[in-house]
């Protein structure tokens, strides 16, 4: 096998850092990493594992040339085999002949040569994973040239892994700071964005938009009787049917305790109306079909509906929705009371009635 020149390494260290730049997530970031480790040094395997903090342990993240179902629940704890030294000492390794070695590693259990290298993955001043190849294309053992190839490497996956990571950890505080952590749905900060968002949207381009408001009925009973995992339990699932009810492009969000809100933009009274009855029905029965209610009496909900009128703010619907669902309390619980379309302010005596089936609890 003909030596590696230096320009051609330097271009594949290009290539690699161009591409490891553009890419999105740390899953392409380090497949991309060990494609061209293999092409760079002739191997036929390669495989790139990161150290994960929260186990405290080395876990594999891409390969080259086997299939990562094969190894992606390994973990290999710093300082054990190959892998785990180069890690704790953060030293490269060429192994002549992994036969010597006391025990075999399940990345290299199956391989065709008996040769190994590892080199670290060193970024910020600290060891990120570690970087390994066996079975040379010509049945070779790895060289010191193979080893400052894969250093070189290494040394932009470092860079792009530290990069992907960061980005990573921004979407998942972003989604913190959005999204309800027992639900799934929208909070009340990022619903009042969006709700805002729309009304401006909506003013614009002359359009529709609603608002509901969805309280479960007794609630407080359900935790009081049945312990707060029940009443997790029927948030969930009524956050469930509230998904299953919307379109793609309306936005549910949990208001607040047993409270859920629902902007849904271009949508007029009848729309609204008729998503509203749904929910509450779909509600009202979702103890015969969720295994999560089984043992609690029905739940129900009461909804609120309310229609965007010119020159209203955010408040002005989430208030003239608010008005209806306490006239649905008051005439009952597990109905829909809905504001009429014209008036700026609405009193509870001024909402529209929806027949209903109720409980009366």
């Given at each position: 096998m003909p030596a590696l020149s230096s320009d051609a390494l330097l271009l594949d260290i290009y290539k690699l850092a161009r591409r490891t730049g553009r890419s999105g997530g740390i899953d392409a970031v380090c497949q991309y990493v060990v494609d061209q480790a293999a092409r760079t040094?002739?191997?036929?395997?390669?495989?790139?594992?990161?150290?994960?903090?929260?186990?405290?342990?080395?876990?594999?993240?891409?390969?080259?040339?086997?299939?990562?179902?094969?190894?992606?629940?390994?973990?290999?704890q710093p300082g054990d085999w190959v892998l785990g030294h180069v890690y704790a000492?953060?030293?490269?390794?060429?192994?002549?002949?992994?036969?010597?070695?006391?025990?075999?590693?399940?990345?290299?259990?199956?391989?065709?040569?008996?040769?190994?290298?590892?080199?670290?993955?060193?970024?910020?001043?600290?060891?990120?994973?570690?970087?390994?190849?066996?079975?040379?294309?010509?049945?070779?053992?790895?060289?010191?040239?193979?080893?400052a190839a894969l250093r070189a490497i290494s040394g932009?996956?470092?860079?792009?892994?530290?990069?992907?990571s960061s980005q990573a950890d921004v979407r998942r505080l972003t989604h913190a700071a959005t999204i309800d952590s027992l639900t799934g749905l929208f909070n009340r900060q990022s619903f009042d964005v969006h709700l805002r968002q729309e009304i401006e949207?909506?003013?614009?381009?002359?359009?529709?938009?609603?608002?509901?408001?969805?309280?479960?009925?007794?609630?407080?009973?359900?935790?009081?009787?049945?312990?707060?995992?029940?009443?997790?339990?029927?948030?969930?699932?009524?956050?469930?049917?509230?998904?299953?009810?919307?379109?793609?492009?309306?936005?549910?969000?949990?208001?607040?305790?047993?409270?859920?809100?629902?902007?849904?933009?271009?949508?007029?009274?009848?729309?609204?109306?008729?998503?509203?009855e749904r929910i509450r029905e779909r509600i009202s029965t979702s103890h015969q079909r969720d295994a999560r209610l089984a043992g609690l009496a029905r739940v129900t909900v009461s909804?609120?509906?309310?229609?965007?009128?010119?020159?209203?703010?955010?408040?002005?619907?989430?208030?003239?929705?608010?008005?209806?669902?306490y006239q649905a309390k008051a005439d009952g619980k597990n109905c829909v009371r809905v504001a009429p379309s014209r008036v700026a302010q609405l009193r509870p005596s001024s909402v529209t009635r929806i027949t209903s089936r109720r409980t009366g609890r």
């Open positions: 040094i002739a191997a036929d395997r390669v495989a790139l594992a990161l150290y994960r903090s929260d186990e405290r342990r080395l876990a594999i993240a891409a390969v080259h040339g086997y299939a990562l179902a094969a190894v992606k629940d390994v973990r290999i000492c953060r030293r490269a390794l060429v192994v002549r002949d992994v036969r010597r070695l006391r025990a075999f590693s399940t990345v290299t259990r199956h391989c065709r040569s008996v040769s190994f290298a590892a080199v670290p993955v060193v970024g910020g001043g600290r060891v990120v994973g570690v970087l390994s190849a066996t079975d040379k294309a010509d049945d070779s053992v790895f060289t010191r040239q193979d080893i932009v996956a470092a860079l792009g892994v530290i990069a992907a949207r909506a003013k614009r381009s002359s359009g529709t938009l609603a608002v509901l408001m969805i309280d479960i009925d007794d609630f407080k009973s359900v935790n009081d009787m049945n312990g707060h995992p029940a009443g997790d339990a029927v948030l969930q699932a009524a956050s469930d049917v509230l998904r299953s009810v919307v379109r793609v492009f309306d936005s549910c969000a949990r208001f607040g305790g047993d409270e859920f809100a629902i902007v849904m933009p271009s949508s007029d009274r009848a729309g609204a109306s008729a998503a509203a909804i609120g509906v309310a229609t965007l009128s010119e020159g209203e703010t955010p408040e002005d619907v989430i208030r003239h929705a608010d008005d209806c669902l």
